[in-house]
């Protein structure tokens, strides 16, 4: 750490063996609380029967939990100093998202009772947060000449954002306003990066590290896979000192962990450092791309609570909508992956085609064999095996067809 100030004058995007911090591995903690809280509320809220609000809240937490880990980290990829001035103002930004995750309770009980939604606690943890971000803008755009506009434009399009969601939080607006509101301000905020920066080309951010980042991220939310697997085969044991395993606590400590690691393993499949290096003017759509995978990712480990809490008897869902719950967000996490690789790429594989349709195929069977009255811990193993499509068709066939865009882009680079 240095002892003066640096200049925050903007990092080398081309600096070889550029790596994440441990600071910013120390902030990554406070947001593992953050997707913890708002899985956790996410299963319990399923599992009560309250589907549509569950819904909506979890997407409304995971949307804010995005946004701003995303705004500190391309940040940080442009302009880190780690002198004690840009760590301190980091430390504000922990102490933010702490806040910000004691107000998700509230909000998600709000959701579900319907009324006044409660968003105090959140947007004050959201202003600590921003407070800070803002900070560190002003000081790129005063110390960094080349910067400057992109820092101011920033600081303003921030302020903006926050001062809606400040009259939201704090003014009793109807229900049915403040939903649309929050429609308004998240597209308020998707926008911000490009009405600052244009395509997040406007910063000297750093391919490999963001790369690095994200899917440091992706890790720290297949935790809460492993977490749900606990928590789901945790009262299945039997016996008086929890020694004696029932089937369905076996299968559903294989599915999870199963699951879990065809997830990571389908990740990293993609080599994102390598393509954004090609396809700088990417991004955007790279770092913006990601919030439906990391709420695919979270919601499955909500969805391995909810179907041990169904075994339990601690639920009211039914078969075929547990193994739904697990299903839906598995696709969507495989599906997003798909999608980034085909755009980020600009080029679609046919045998893509192909493991898109097996993958399918086995959420699909595994839901209407829970239908058709299967035992919900079987139909469990079988979405275990979707990923694992993907990572046997790369295994085999999928990387030379990679290989073979990789080198495409890079050529077309020269």
């Known amino acids: 750490m240095s002892h003066r100030l640096v200049p925050m004058t903007g990092r080398d995007p081309e600096e070889h063996h550029r790596a994440a911090s441990p600071l910013e591995l120390l902030f990554d903690l406070t947001f593992v609380v953050a997707v913890g809280t708002t899985a956790t509320q996410f299963a319990e809220m399923l599992a009560d029967g309250h589907t549509a609000q569950a819904i909506t809240a979890f997407v409304m937490a995971m949307f804010a939990i995005s946004i701003a ?27 933010g998202v702490v806040v910000f995750a004691l107000g998700l309770p509230a909000m998600f009980h709000s959701v579900e009772a319907g009324g006044h939604l409660a968003l105090r606690t959140m947007v004050i943890g959201y202003v600590v947060m921003r407070i800070a971000m803002v ?14 506009d992109v820092g101011m434009a920033n600081i303003r399009w921030t302020v903006v954002a926050q001062a809606g969601w400040i009259v939201v939080a704090f003014t009793r607006l109807p229900l049915a306003v403040v939903f649309a509101s929050f429609l308004v301000l998240g597209a308020l905020e998707l926008l911000v990066p490009l009405l600052a920066q244009g395509r997040a080309g406007g910063t000297p951010w ?3 590290h963001v790369a690095e980042r994200y ?9 809460e ?13 039997g016996g008086a000192d929890g020694t004696r395993w029932s089937a369905n606590a076996v299968a559903v400590v294989i599915a999870g962990v199963g699951l879990t690691f065809g997830m990571w393993w389908v990740y990293f499949v993609t080599p994102f450092g390598d393509i954004l290096t090609h396809r700088r003017d990417r991004g955007y759509l790279f770092g913006h791309g990601h919030i439906p995978l990391f709420i695919g990712i979270a919601g499955a480990g909500a969805g391995l609570h909810v179907a041990g809490l169904h075994l339990e008897h601690h639920s009211r869902t039914s078969d075929t909508a547990t193994v739904l719950a697990l299903a839906l967000p598995v696709g969507l996490y495989l599906m997003t992956i798909y999608a980034l690789h085909t755009l980020l790429l600009s080029t679609a594989d046919r045998f893509h085609l192909l493991l898109i349709g097996l993958t399918l195929a086995v959420l699909a069977a595994a839901v209407l064999l829970a ?6 811990a079987v139909c469990l193993l079988i ?3 979707a990923p694992f499509v993907t990572v046997i068709g790369y295994e085999t066939v999928g990387h030379r067809h990679q290989e073979h865009m990789l080198k495409d882009i890079a050529a077309q680079d020269h």
């Open 206 to 208: 750093h391919p490999h």
């Open 371 to 376: 239908a058709a009255g299967v035992a919900v």
């Open 383 to 385: 979405v275990m095996l």
């Open 215 to 223: 899917s440091l991220f992706a890790i720290i939310t297949l935790g």
């Open 69 to 95: 880990w995303l705004s500190f980290s391309w940040f940080a990829s442009a302009f880190a100093t780690d002198d004690w001035l840009y760590r301190a103002l980091t430390m504000v930004q922990m102490i």
């Open 225 to 237: 896979g492993v977490v749900g697997t606990i928590a789901s085969s945790g009262e299945l044991l």
């Open 135 to 148: 900070a560190q803008w002003w000081r790129a755009a005063r110390e960094s000449p080349p910067f400057h």
